[in-house]
Structure formats: structure tokens, C-alpha cells
């Protein structure tokens, strides 16, 4: 299934894509929303296959809908992965395996809506870059987890980009948290695919373009840490919630990283994808005032 949230009268809602018709959003009454439908476990999701099945569900255009981070806010803090692709590590100047895995977090309000603006102010930084992840949303807690296991506790996926300000990051003495949670600069979304949907999580193309030039070309087979080892390692000692997002690691292709860099400015537009998760469409613009 893929799950997404929209706005309807002012308020939140819950919706599936109707299987087959992936113009058309179902409303789900019941659960409200994806955190207690992931709280309801197996009970909320045949609720979700109920609604999909009848004939009297409320239905909605897709390209109508105003679509929401679709996990607003997770539980916790984003759980991040830094350097978990050998060429990003590498053009990042740390050359060799990264190990254990740089785990960090990003603030619950970076988040931002799959199509949003996202605003760049140079009061605050002027070398904001891009990150194109996928990101897994756990299902079922738990703390030390096995990676025999790890993937019984994944919900599903969606995409997710970590925008950065590099000079905040590495100008203020290594800030990975502060600058990587500027508000409303991380988005999400369009929706979550639920596991069942994706075969193999480590076969999966991601880009990245900016004004249709493609700037980061990756695949999830090439992370240094696969999504189970990387729940291991999150776990160790720290009880990982339900409704937890982890996002895990960019490709090379970073603007920082270029020569001579590339950040981001007002009037360009980025396009963040993870190949069968979903697109994520955002433009850049100016701080007012």
C-alpha cells in the first residue's frame, strides 16, 4: 500500500492510493492517521484494506489533494545516517570504511510537506546542499535488535532529503544536528510505501536533479551499512520507537563536495527520488524581509 496524509477542511486526513488507479486517494476514517495506524499494527491495516475494498469509501483526485509530510512528526528526532556510501565517504575526504556507522538526528521540525517551498535565508547560511535518502519508518519497537530480525520492525519507506547547510555544519566545529535541522527544510513523502510492497530495499535507484540536471545518481546496493545492519546499530542500547524515521545515507553527488561547489539558490527547483518509493518536488526561494 502506499499511505499518504493530506488536507481536507482544514484539517489532517489519512489516505491509501487505490491499487491499480494510483490517481485516486481512499480516505481512511479509521485509523486518523499513519502514527496510530502503525500503532494498530496488523488490526489497522486490514482496516486500510477494508476501506480499500468498498464500494462506499470517500475518494479524492490525487492531483487535487494538498499532500503532508506523511509522518508529522515521527516519534523522536529523524535518526540519520551519515557517510554510508563508500563514494560519499570518499568524497567527503573520509576515504576508508566508515565504521561503526555515524549515527546523528535532525530536529522533528526540519520536516516539510513532499512539494513544499523550501526557504533559504543568508542572514542564517548560504551553502544549503542536497541528500536524497531513502528512509525506513520502524513499525514494531524494540532495543537491541538482531539483524536477523531487523526487518520485522520496518513499516515501510518513503523518501526523504537532507538538506543541509554545509557552513553551519562545518563552519560552527562539526554541527551535524544544527545543520541539518533548519525548520521546514527536510522533506518527505510523497507517501509511504508499507514493506510488503518492495522486494528488496537494497535495489533501488535514488537521483537527484536540480533544474532537471541530475546531480546524484546512486543505488541502495552500494550502502556501506544495508537498512537491517543499520537498525542493529541504531538499536544498540536505545530502545527504537514505533513510528521512528531513519533516514540512511545519501550517494555521492553532493553539491559541497563538487568542483567548484554548488549550493542551492532561490528559483531552483529539486527533484529527490528513491525508484519505486516516490518523487519529492522542491522549489527554492527567498526569506521575506
Known amino acids: 500500500m502506499k499511505l499518504v496524509m493530506f488536507k481536507a477542511d482544514g484539517s489532517r486526513r489519512l489516505g491509501a ?67 554510508n556510501y563508500q563514494k560519499h565517504a570518499e568524497e567527503t575526504a573520509h576515504g576508508g570504511k566508515v565504521s561503526p556507522p555515524t549515527i546523528f538526528t535532525k530536529a522533528i521540525t526540519s520536516l516539510t510537506e513532499p512539494f513544499a517551498d523550501i526557504t533559504i535565508d543568508p542572514a542564517i547560511s548560504d551553502q544549503i546542499d542536497w541528500e536524497v535518502e531513502l528512509a ?48 521546514r527544510s527536510c522533506p518527505t513523502g510523497p507517501w509511504v510505501v508499507t514493506k510488503d ?20 545518481e546512486g543505488d541502495t546496493r552500494d550502502m556501506i551499512y544495508p537498512v537491517d545492519a543499520i537498525i ?31 549550493f542551492l539558490k532561490p528559483g531552483d527547483v529539486m527533484e529527490s527520488e528513491v525508484q519505486g518509493i516516490g518523487l519529492l518536488r522542491n522549489r527554492i526561494v527567498a526569506a521575506v524581509g
Open 136 to 183: 525506513v519508518l520502524i513499525g514494531k519497537g524494540d532495543a537491541n535488535i538482531k539483524r536477523a530480525r531487523a526487518m520485522d520492525h520496518v513499516f515501510g519507506y518513503t523518501v526523504l532529503n537532507d538538506v543541509t547547510a554545509r557552513d553551519i555544519q562545518s563552519g560552527w566545529g562539526g554541527q551535524y544536528f544544527k545543520g541539518k535541522s533548519l525548520d
Open 232 to 262: 542493529e546499530w541504531v538499536s544498540k542500547g536505545m530502545t527504537l520507537l514505533p513510528g521512528s524515521l531513519i533516514a540512511t545515507g545519501t550517494p555521492d553527488g553532493v553539491g559541497f563536495a563538487r568542483t567548484p561547489p554548488e
Open 17 to 83: 492510493l487505490r491499487p491499480g488507479s494510483e490517481d485516486e486517494v481512499v480516505e481512511i476514517s479509521d485509523p486518523a492517521d499513519l502514527r496510530t495506524l502503525i500503532d494498530a499494527g496488523d488490526a489497522g491495516l486490514s482496516l486500510v484494506r477494508s476501506a480499500l475494498s468498498s464500494s462506499h469509501s470517500k475518494s479524492h483526485r490525487l492531483a487535487d489533494l494538498e499532500l503532508l509530510a506523511p509522518l508529522d512528526p515521527p516519534r523522536g528526532n529523524v535518526i540519520a545516517i551519515g557517510r
Open 197 to 216: 510492497e518492495v522486494e528488496d530495499p537494497q535495489a533501488l535507484k535514488l537521483f537527484l536533479r536540480v533544474n532537471g540536471t541530475v546531480k546524484q
